[in-house]
C-alpha cells in the first residue's frame, strides 16, 4: 500500500516554472513506477511524464517534452516535476500515481489502468 501527496502547486505567470512534489509513505516505494497525470476542467485526465522505479528510464508526453523534467529520491519516498516555460494549456490539476509496471512496454507508462495508487492532486495555474 503507498499513500501519496502532492505539493508545489499554484499560480504562476506564462513562462514561470514550478516544481511539484510528489511525497509517498509505504516501505515499497522504490519498488513502483511513478507517474504525473493531469486533468483540466471539461477534459480526460492525460498522461505528463513517468519514472520507472530506480530512475533510470523517464518518459514524457509529446506536450511537455522538453519543458518538463522528472526525477526522484528513493531514499526520501519522493518524486518532482519541474515545470519550465509553462503555458496557459498546463493549467490542470496534476496527480501523481504509483503503480508496479514492472516488465511493461514503454508505453504502458501512460496509461492510468497502470496505476494503482492515486494522490488527491495539486491546482497549477497559469495565467496570460
Known amino acids: 500500500q503507498v499513500q501519496l501527496v502532492e505539493s508545489g502547486g499554484g499560480l504562476v505567470q506564462a513562462g514561470g516554472s514550478l516544481s511539484l512534489s510528489c511525497a509517498a509513505s509505504?516501505?515499497?516505494?522504490?519498488?513502483?513506477?511513478i507517474g504525473w497525470f493531469r486533468q483540466a476542467p471539461g477534459k480526460k485526465r492525460e498522461f505528463v511524464a513517468a519514472?520507472?522505479?530506480?530512475?533510470?528510464?523517464?518518459y514524457f508526453s509529446d506536450s511537455v517534452k522538453g519543458r518538463f523534467t522528472i526525477s526522484r529520491d528513493n531514499a526520501k519516498n519522493a518524486v518532482y516535476l519541474q515545470m519550465n516555460s509553462l503555458n496557459v494549456e498546463d493549467t490542470a490539476v496534476y496527480y501523481c500515481?504509483?503503480?508496479?509496471?514492472?516488465?511493461?512496454?514503454?508505453?504502458?507508462?501512460?496509461?492510468?489502468?497502470?496505476?494503482?495508487?492515486w494522490g488527491q492532486g495539486t491546482q497549477v495555474t497559469v495565467s496570460s
Open positions: 500515481a504509483a503503480g508496479d509496471l514492472t516488465g511493461y512496454y514503454s508505453g504502458s507508462f501512460q496509461l492510468t489502468s497502470r496505476y494503482d495508487y
Open positions: 509505504g516501505r515499497t516505494f522504490s519498488s513502483y513506477a
Open positions: 519514472i520507472n522505479r530506480n530512475g533510470g528510464s523517464t
